[in-house]
């Protein structure tokens, strides 16, 4: 199965928030995640070096490939290409998806995925047209980890999920109370960050969703397809 079939198959996408404790917390959080049913992990940590960033992320490669999740690293295409990461999850400042993929077609790299980010209609037909393995559409509502975004709402998942035929996941603000709001405009998949990693039980505020989402009548099928 290729890494865009089981993208295609997971329900909950969830992204790390830096630890209390620091980078070592990571790989507790992470085990955690996967645990309670993770099906992709993105490490993502905007204030950590490099070196720091290329180091962790091999750790918890290791770890989402124990418990079968995909793993996926913000920003640092570098990063997740030294590390054989799933793929990479790029954001509208970042290095733009067709660049992303002129880099790695010399180097023969297969099966990794290249996310996008995307705020509006117009970004999310860009990046489909610039070759975007998936989408994140969001954020859906307030969240200070986008403090500088505004919630685009419910209405322009409807729109994108109606009108894109790029594999989608929806992210922003969504939480056990809202998600199932998310998934009847049409979401097939959701992203998380505080509400699954900002938990005091990681692994228990990971399986609710999971168990949330996976029950929903219009829950992703193994196609990938809303069913």
Do not use: W
């Not at 056990?176 to 009847?184: F, K, T």
Request: net charge neutral; glycine share 10%.
């Amino acid at each position: 199965m290729t890494v865009l079939d089981r993208f295609g198959a997971a329900q909950l996408y969830v992204i790390t928030c830096p630890p209390l404790r620091g980078p070592e917390g990571y790989p507790t959080m992470v085990k955690a995640a996967c645990v309670g049913g993770a099906d992709v992990v993105q490490f993502r940590d905007k204030l950590i070096t490099g070196k720091e960033r290329y180091e962790m992320a091999g750790r918890l490669r290791k770890i989402c490939s124990h418990y079968g999740a995909l793993f996926i690293v913000n920003d640092a295409l570098e990063v997740a290409l030294a590390v054989e990461a799933d793929g990479v999850h790029l954001g509208q400042d970042d290095l733009p998806v067709a660049e992303a993929r002129k880099l790695i077609f010399p180097m023969g790299v297969k099966n990794f995925l290249i996310g996008c980010s995307t705020h509006s209609l117009e970004q999310a037909r860009d990046a489909e047209r610039q070759g975007a393995d998936y989408i994140g559409i969001g954020p859906v509502f307030a969240t200070p980890t986008k403090p500088t975004y505004s919630p685009v709402g419910l209405d322009l998942v409807r729109e994108v999920t109606s009108r894109v035929k790029t594999p989608h996941v929806a992210i922003g603000g969504i939480d056990a109370l809202n998600v199932e709001q998310v998934l009847a405009a049409g979401a097939q998949r959701v992203a998380v960050v505080r509400a699954v990693c900002g938990a005091d039980d990681v692994e228990k505020a990971a399986r609710t969703l999971k168990r949330i989402v996976a029950s929903f009548p219009a829950c992703v099928g193994h196609s990938g397809m809303t069913v």
